[in-house]
């Protein structure tokens, strides 16, 4: 009973453990042990690692988070705004000065990517798109009133 007491306080970390030796063990075999626990010991120190550490994680990222403003001219353009989505970066698409039917297409194609990569898209203006990634949360209070409902793009709603 005191051994399975003993082995939960080790793992616990509140009591150390204490080592047995087998002693049918040659004096080489001894030695090569002797030698791995130098250098584990040597290695934490190296680190600053104990046996009994603290795992802190810090919550507050040094990373800031960057936005791309991006003005596709052509379909191939629109591979390179879902490649910004997959690296989890917002983005903001301009389809101002092109054709309606090569804009529909680069939104259609912005529209699946958005979906496989459970992102989502949000109008801005008639010819302006934010498309962010899952772990983006966007407040939107404009209000519907001040986006016609005539847009270039009558598909979006």
């Known amino acids: ?3 399975l007491l003993n082995k939960m306080l080790n793992f616990v970390g ?3 453990e204490q080592e047995t030796e087998i002693e049918n063990v040659s004096p080489v075999e001894k030695t090569k042990g002797k030698m791995w626990e ?4 040597q290695s934490q120190a190296l680190h600053g690692e104990s046996k ?3 795992k802190v994680v810090n919550i507050h990222s040094s990373s800031s988070l960057k936005v791309v403003v991006m003005q596709p ?3 191939e353009d629109a591979q390179d705004v ?3 989505l997959r690296d989890s970066k917002p983005i903001i698409v301009n389809l101002e000065g092109l ?3 090569i804009a529909q297409r680069i939104l259609d194609f912005l529209s699946g990517s958005v979906y496989c990569l459970d992102g989502s898209i949000q109008r801005v203006s008639s010819y302006i798109f934010l498309i962010v990634p ?4 966007v407040m939107n209070e404009l209000k519907d009133n001040s986006i016609s409902k005539d847009s270039v793009f009558p598909w979006v709603k």
């Not at 899952?134 to 949360?137: A, E, G, I, Q, R």
């Open 73 to 75: 001219q052509n379909i």
């Open 99 to 101: 054709e309606k039917e």
């Open 134 to 137: 899952n772990n983006v949360d």
């Open 14 to 16: 509140l009591e150390e």
């Open 82 to 84: 879902s490649d910004h």
């Open 38 to 41: 130098k250098a584990k010991q």
């Open 52 to 54: 009994n550490r603290n």
């Open 1 to 3: 009973m005191s051994t």
